[in-house]
């Protein structure tokens, strides 16, 4: 079959003036929030209590911008028992400015310490303000949503708070952005 000469740019300019004839779409952003997919990947969130500070999250890391420090800590000995010494979680931060939100960090931690929350608005003036330590991270666990049941009647996950699962606000809720 022969071409005809220009047809292509025939083509191309069907479609330009199809999309110019098209009304335009203008998103009110920050007066009203888009509709995000359930399950949407925004920001990695921390649950402190299921952190046991055993740095697998920071070691497999291909960014290396994970922040942990620690201190041992030693326990009492039970009647009969010997001391028992644990780690102390003194810092987790994380560098937003280095992550490429991979999640191999959320899949590393064994104690489900790591979850990803849907927040989105968390961009900053300063480069530096870009890391952000526990408190910050634990404010993000509340906007979590709870993983889908697997099963009919099957009981609520462990490793989320009570408080969580009976659907209490948060520290956030009702506040004004």
Same mark, same amino acid.
């Given at each position: 079959m022969a071409r005809i000469p220009g047809s292509?740019? /025939?083509?191309?300019?069907?479609?330009?003036?199809?999309?110019?004839?098209?009304?335009?779409?203008?998103?009110?952003?920050?007066?009203?929030?888009?509709d995000l997919p359930p399950r949407s990947r925004g920001v990695i969130a921390l649950l402190e209590e299921n952190c046991t500070v055993c740095m697998l999250c920071a070691r497999e890391c291909p960014d290396w911008c994970i922040y942990i420090d620690s201190h041992k800590e030693t326990l009492p000995a039970p009647e009969g028992g010997r001391p028992r010494t644990r780690n102390v979680l003194d810092r987790f931060g994380i560098d937003f400015a280095l992550c490429m939100y991979c999640g191999i960090c959320i899949e590393a931690c064994p104690f489900? /310490?790591?979850?990803?929350?849907?927040?989105?608005?968390?961009?900053?003036?300063?480069?530096?303000?870009?890391?952000?330590?526990?408190?910050?991270?634990?404010?993000?666990?509340?906007?979590?949503?709870?993983?889908? /049941?697997?099963?009919?009647? /099957?009981?609520?996950?462990?490793?989320?708070?009570?408080?969580?699962?009976?659907?209490?606000?948060?520290?956030?809720?009702?506040?004004?952005?």
């Open positions: 292509g740019l /025939a083509k191309g300019l069907a479609v330009t003036l199809r999309t110019m004839t098209r009304r335009s779409i203008t998103r009110q952003y920050p007066e009203v929030q888009p489900d /310490a790591l979850f990803w929350s849907p927040e989105f608005e968390y961009a900053e003036y300063d480069i530096a303000e870009l890391t952000h330590e526990r408190d910050r991270l634990r404010e993000w666990m509340w906007t979590v949503p709870p993983p889908p /049941a697997h099963d009919k009647g /099957a009981e609520p996950p462990r490793e989320l708070p009570k408080d969580r699962l009976s659907g209490s606000a948060g520290p956030d809720r009702g506040k004004a952005r």
